[in-house]
């Protein structure tokens, strides 16, 4: 009796075991590529159905084997997602002409449907008979691999990456070590788009552990350092004259704002011949120095004057009336608020601004990237 309960002991072990190796799925929380958006025609179709996106597991020691692209697809979004290297698969019972290409393609559009896994900002592929393996390279502030040794500014939030990339536009690049690791690649790309101003192109590099600076094509670094310092000179000029210590920010900010209406004239080159407009009608030192800008060149100049004064402001890109334009977001006692001082010139201010301290943009004229506006207010 006692062997027998021992044998039915050992089999229901056996069995629960089976049993618990075949439950073993890809996590069904991790939302495909598919899921999100649907996914424009490549050399490699994917699916837009998210139930065919469930990898089968792989037996221990044993390639993943994939019946479709989408099982291919998937895999590589979840390991993306995971952080994590994808199984080998076996794609021997996939017609594909080109394996290597067509799987680079599919990483591709994976991160053209999901950015947020640009952190994923490689992918290498090989084919061993019918096995595929791929490994994938993470930017090091994901996954907190940096190479041994390495040293870079700390950086834990947008204003610290806009900051670092201001306070260092004499050198080719900087190293940085992002310590938040839920900024996304795009967010701080865009972010960085607030340095420079307007002449230095500052990106980060590949994989995210440094800040590069490159100067306009027409232009040298030092010629860009010499026109920003310039710039700064004549900034504190004016608010020498304008402003003092016992001022509100309010009553600041309708001080500068209404000098640049009054005092900077629109570039009419940039529709009557835009090849002899002088490329500082795009910056602060065009408005400053010259007294012409095109919109780059008023937010520019308003943000430069804003800051010395005390006053938070960015600039922001996007459409009015169906146009490319760049306008000015600024915080008043603790209010974001709008600006735009380029549709605003002329103006004596007498009667006050259409476009000065607004709450709230008319959509039917404005269309901005609101997600990019509130990741940079709301750091």
Not at 324 to 353: E, K, P, V
Request: aromatic share 10%; proline share 5%; with cysteine.
């Amino acid at each position: 009796m006692k062997k027998l309960y021992l044998i039915s002991s050992l089999c229901l072990a056996a069995l629960s075991l089976l049993l618990l190796c075949g439950c073993v799925h890809a996590d069904e929380n991790i939302p495909s590529a598919a899921e999100s958006l649907s996914p424009a025609p490549t050399e490699s179709p994917v699916s837009s159905d998210s139930s065919s996106l469930q990898s089968p597991s792989p037996s221990p020691g044993q390639p993943l084997e994939v019946l479709s692209i989408e099982d291919v697809q998937s895999e590589l979004t979840q390991a993306i997602a995971q952080l994590r290297q994808p199984s080998p698969m076996d794609i021997g019972s996939l017609a594909l002409e080109q394996p290597e290409l067509d799987v680079k393609n599919l990483y591709y559009q994976i991160l053209s449907l999901r950015p947020e896994f640009k952190y994923a900002y490689d992918l290498s592929v090989s084919l061993d008979s019918s096995i595929l393996n791929c490994t994938i390279f993470y930017m090091p502030y994901k996954t907190g691999q940096y190479p041994a040794g390495f040293e870079g500014i700390q950086v834990h939030s947008l204003s610290e990456l806009i900051a670092a990339a201001e306070n260092n536009l004499s050198s080719d690049s900087i190293a940085v070590r992002i310590m938040d690791t839920s900024l996304e690649p795009d967010e701080m790309n865009k972010a960085l788009q607030q340095a420079g101003g307007g002449y230095f192109s500052c990106t980060l590099n590949q994989d995210a552990t440094a800040i590069v600076f490159n100067p306009p094509v027409s232009m040298t670094a030092q010629d860009c350092l010499q026109a920003i310092a310039q710039a700064e000179e004549l900034a504190d000029s004016v608010i020498s004259q304008l402003i003092s210590e016992d001022m509100s920010q309010e009553d600041r900010a309708w001080a500068l704002y209404s000098w640049l209406c009054s005092n900077v004239e629109y570039d009419q080159r940039y529709y009557s011949d835009k090849s002899s407009m002088p490329y500082e009608s795009q910056t602060a030192l065009g408005a400053l120095r010259d007294g012409t800008a095109i919109c780059g060149g008023y937010s520019h100049a308003l943000k430069l004057l804003f800051e010395k004064a005390g006053i938070p402001c960015f600039n922001v890109t996007g459409v009015y009336y169906g146009e490319y334009h760049m306008w000015n977001i600024a915080c008043l006692d603790g209010r974001w608020l709008w600006f735009d001082a380029t549709s605003d010139r002329g103006s004596d201010g007498q009667f006050g601004y259409l476009r000065f301290a607004l709450d709230q943009l008319d959509t039917d004229k404005y269309q901005w990237n609101d997600a990019d506006v509130q990741a940079l207010i709301n750091q």
